[in-house]
């Protein structure tokens, strides 16, 4: 009876992985005589856009598959943290494909991003983007999204987005971007958590961001469903900090918490995302670290105990080591908000980092946490905004189960922990 059992679990299981595919499983046969009507296929020159993360299911590399389905790439463009994405530097550097010969062009410089030049443009007929994001809008491989759909439409190339999950499902969350502090780490005015695809994203950008909408084919995916985000483990990691599916969630509320000093999120560690410190020589109480584990409690987030020396400054920090279940029930935008308000009130100092306003796309937070500027309207002014957006993003969404507005949490439960 339990062989049976097991038999049945693992055909679903397998079923279910045949079932779905990505946007780089599931290219048309004929995309690449829709995209060039007038060309020979062989003639027909392509620039990839990608990184370690585009590859299918079984870890193949895009840039492979594509040349198995007869497409020819002549450059590879790649975004911040390089082509396999282990890079933390300000640059990263031109270099070429081991396998291949084909020339890496790097989209990221000086801590922004680059555009891709008119003579590389003059010398391809499309561009494909094939990059696993992260869910969150400061997070700047969508910003490369927005920027190469950009000179794609200025240079009339059509532009092609092979879709993949988002890793944090679903849920929306957060404050649009104000106007003054768009930048490459907030390229434009979408929620900070924005519950789409890549190809949705790609959709919104070029429905009401570019000036001028580029010829873009979303290769969408099948049997994806949103509610579930990303099933397994992510196949490579994102970047050198975003290294497992467990980061990304801890990325929605802890990629801001990174920018408030002194707090210590375990950044260049492998528990990079997934805990919360301060040094040692601040002497936290442990009884504040308790209340805090209850806070998180409360937000779905399991906390235990944990130290490590910080890679920055060499010192010890300790704090929370922290696990997540259910990234749909996880409210990350609030929960950033009560650590910042529980500290404060325990009368522990921090600070803002001069790219923070930028990151978080609003300076409303910084007026929250100095008292000019009350919750009630800094809530009702966001949540005006979210339902905004989602009206005018309905028209963007590819799959079925939509993208849901994030509740705002009553918050009596938590007064005995942050008084």
Known sequence: MKINVYLTLFSFFSMHAIDFKLGVENIPHGLIKKICPHKIKDLCMLGLITNQSGVDQKGNRTIDILAERGCSVRYIFTPEHGFTGISAERDVPDSVDKKTGIPILSLYGNGTGKMISADHMNNIDYLVFDIQDSGMRHYTYISTLLNTMKIAAEHDKPFVVLDRPNPLAGLMDGPLVQTEFISFISIAPIPLRHGMTIGEVAWYFNTYICEKPVALHVIKMKNYDRDKGFVG??????????????????????????????????????????????????????????????????????????????????????????????????????????????????????????????AVGTDSIQKLLAGTLPQADFVNSMYKDLRSFYRRAQCCFLYESLPQIASWISRKTIQPYIK
């Open 233 to 358: 483990e992510l196949m490579t990691q994102l970047s050198p900090n975003l290294q497992t599916l467990q980061s990304c969630y801890g990325y929605s509320f802890l990629g801001l918490l990174g920018e408030v000093e002194p707090f210590d999120v375990g950044v260049g560690t492998p528990l990079a995302f997934k805990c919360i410190m301060l040094p040692e020589a601040m002497k936290i109480d442990t009884k504040i670290w308790k209340r805090l584990a209850k806070i998180l409690e409360f937000f779905g987030v399991k906390s235990f105990d944990y130290h490590h020396t910080n890679p920055k400054n060499k010192k010890m920090s300790r704090g929370l080591r922290l696990e997540f279940d259910d990234i749909n029930t996880l409210h990350a935008f609030e929960l950033f908000i009560t650590i910042l308000q529980f500290f404060k009130k325990e009368n522990i100092s921090f600070s803002f980092s001069t790219s923070f306003n930028k």
